[in-house]
């Protein structure tokens, strides 16, 4: 079963406006990575948060981590039609492989 | 090189053909990984390699998947009698490190079975 459920299945939003995806997991994690996906291809690394870290910061992204309500989001400020992709936040088990859920599909029109 | 490389990026075989796909991973790194992604879902773990040695092949589906890494660097996964369910983008990713390391992903292999 996959894990790392993100929410909400698909979004669509104006180019300028923010976007905010949330993703839940089960169990306890080392670390959640947010990744980006074009076209079923290519998945880019966006931002790795550790379990004792609460948010990070890159660029137009925020990512926050609350592990005890077992949960994430990615806040994408300014959106542009670049950003239109699938993004996925695995969660890395105390192991080494990462477990995926089946994105958010978000669509950014200008 | 840059990043991962993947080839080929398309294969189309035909139900019962044997297939390799290989994956060059970031030079240094000692962590690979193979994943598999269907249409509409996210990608599934395969198997994870640290040097040459596959420390966790869980997620390969049966007998028929096989992959190895030799030296290390490269890596190979090989499927033998292929069916029309083994359709997928394959996907590999290398990392520095085994431990809650950045994993860095290829462009995927994109495998038809007819």
């Known amino acids: 079963s996959q894990q790392g459920e993100e929410d909400p299945q698909a979004l669509s939003i104006q180019e300028g406006e923010n976007a905010t995806m949330n993703c839940s997991y089960k169990?306890?994690?080392?670390?959640l990575q947010w990744y980006r996906q074009n076209s079923g291809r290519g998945l880019v690394h966006l931002i790795l948060i550790r379990s004792n870290e609460r948010e990070k910061h890159s660029g137009r992204l925020r990512v926050t981590l609350d592990t005890s309500k077992k949960s994430s989001s990615l806040l994408i400020t300014a959106s542009r039609a670049a950003d239109t992709a699938s993004y996925f936040c695995p969660r890395g088990e105390y192991g080494n492989k990462l477990v995926f859920g089946a994105g958010t599909i978000l669509r950014v029109k200008s | 090189g840059a990043g991962v490389s993947q080839t080929p990026s398309n294969k189309v075989t035909e139900k019962g053909k044997y297939v390799e796909l290989r994956c060059d991973p970031i030079s240094g790194h000692t962590a690979l990984y193979w994943y598999r992604q269907s249409l509409g879902q996210g990608p599934e773990f395969l198997i994870y390699?640290?040097?040459?040695?596959?420390?966790?092949d869980s997620g390969l589906p049966n007998d028929r998947f096989f992959a190895v890494r030799p030296e290390g660097s490269v890596s190979t996964l090989k499927i033998q009698r292929t069916e029309r369910g083994d359709s997928a983008v394959y996907l590999c990713?290398?990392?520095?490190?085994?431990?809650?390391?950045?994993?860095?992903f290829g462009p995927g292999t994109r495998l038809l079975v007819l």
């Open positions: 990713a290398s990392s520095s490190g085994p431990w809650g390391e950045t994993q860095y």
């Open positions: 390699f640290q040097g040459t040695g596959a420390a966790d």
């Open positions: 169990t306890s994690i080392n670390n």
